[in-house]
C-alpha cells in the first residue's frame, strides 16, 4: 500500500498542460520528481510544511507546486511543456529537511515515495 499515490499523467502536445496530484499525509518536506528515459530521479519542485518552494532552472516560471492541506494532496501544475519533460514523475516526501528552511531536490533527501505517474510530451 502506497502512502503517496500520484495521479494525473498523460499524453499532450508540445505547449500543453497537465496538473499531477499527490494524495497523502502532509510532511516536512514534499517534492516532484522527474525521471526522463534512462536517466535517474531529478527534482523539479519542493515544498516544506510552512509553504517555502524551490524549483528547478529547468521548470522555473513553467511549473507551479501547491498542497491542497483540505484534500490532503500536492499538486504540480505543469504548463508549457516539452518534448523533454517526457517521463516519470514521482511524489516524494521526508519528515525533516537537510537544507534548513528549504526542501532539497536531491532523491536521497526523500524516504517516502509513490508508484509515479507517466507524462509524454510530443514535439
Known amino acids: 500500500q502506497w502512502q503517496l499515490v500520484e495521479s494525473g499523467g498523460g499524453s499532450v502536445p508540445a505547449g500543453g498542460s497537465l496538473t499531477l496530484s499527490c494524495a497523502g499525509p502532509v510532511y516536512t518536506c514534499m517534492a516532484w520528481f522527474h525521471q526522463a528515459p534512462g536517466k535517474g530521479h531529478e527534482g523539479v519542485a519542493s515544498r516544506n510544511s510552512n509553504g517555502a518552494i524551490t524549483y528547478a532552472d529547468s521548470v522555473k516560471g513553467r511549473f507551479t507546486i501547491s498542497r491542497d492541506n483540505a484534500k490532503n494532496t500536492l499538486y504540480l501544475q505543469m504548463n508549457s511543456l516539452k518534448p523533454e519533460d517526457t517521463g516519470m514523475y514521482y511524489c516524494?516526501?521526508?519528515?525533516?529537511?537537510?537544507?534548513?528552511?528549504?526542501?532539497?531536490?536531491?532523491?536521497?533527501?526523500?524516504?517516502?515515495w509513490g508508484q509515479g505517474t507517466q507524462v509524454t510530451v510530443s514535439s
Open positions: 516524494a516526501a521526508a519528515p525533516y529537511s537537510f537544507m534548513g528552511p528549504l526542501c532539497g531536490h536531491s532523491p536521497g533527501e526523500y524516504n517516502t
